[in-house]
């Protein structure tokens, strides 16, 4: 197989990885990823579906894109842009059927599973460079292109700014605080300060092998 075709399936394949991944942290409800926290205190306070608002809301995301650095604009963009929340729906509520009441070590596993599919669909996509994201690319931006700090450091800023942003949309939408943890929670937490750095584990260890490119 050639690499253009490598490239195509690693993208298509990491998207429909990280919309099934975040369905899986809904199912855990230990809080999902930051971006999504940001995206259900959004959810939360707009009424209109989940889908529709990611779509709305990378829309943004692409134009800071646009602006500042067009290589991160790709195939992989658009199916994030216009599936990943559809995607997620759908597998939410199919996970939500057939496990309509998850145990607490269902739970733990869902949260288990998620952080790291996360991370490997995220890896999988960005190393195959036919565009991340509109979210990925505002920290690859920052640090490939204004060289401001590391990839892996900034992921972390970016992250914990959703996550704050998220419970105070939350909270203004009239949600309550005992609600917080089930999408700002242990799982938020642990993606906040380890995605980047799982990001960047899963490129060496199974992305650019995969690509057969060690200097991707």
């Known amino acids: 197989m050639n690499k253009t075709a490598k490239r195509i399936i690693m ?4 998207v429909i990885i990280c919309a099934v991944s975040v369905a899986v942290f809904k199912t855990a409800a230990f809080g999902v990823d930051p971006f999504q926290s940001l995206m259900s205190g959004l959810s939360a306070l707009i ?6 608002l990611y779509v709305i809301v990378n829309a943004v995301l692409l134009l800071f894109s646009l602006i500042f650095d067009r290589h991160y604009i790709g195939i992989a963009t658009f199916i994030n842009l216009f599936l ?18 998850p145990s607490m070590l269902f739970r733990i596993v869902c949260l288990l599973i998620g952080i790291v599919t996360i991370c490997i669909g995220s890896s999988l996509y960005m190393t195959a460079d036919l565009g991340v994201s509109t979210y990925d690319a505002v920290a690859l931006i920052a640090a490939n292109k204004w060289k401001l700090w590391k990839f892996k450091y900034i992921r972390v800023c970016t992250d914990i700014i959703c996550v704050i942003s998220g419970a105070v949309l939350y909270i203004a939408a009239g949600g309550k605080w005992s609600e917080i ?10 993606t906040a300060f380890f995605m980047g750095p799982l990001i960047e584990f899963f490129n060496e260890k199974i992305a650019r092998p995969l690509l057969g490119d060690k200097d991707n």
């Open 11 to 14: 993208s298509a394949a990491g």
């Open 47 to 52: 009424p209109i579906s989940f889908g529709t």
């Open 84 to 101: 990943l929340g559809y995607i997620t729906d759908f597998s939410h509520q199919l996970m939500m059927t057939a496990f309509p009441a």
């Open 181 to 190: 943890p089930t999408i700002i929670g242990i799982g938020t937490i642990i």
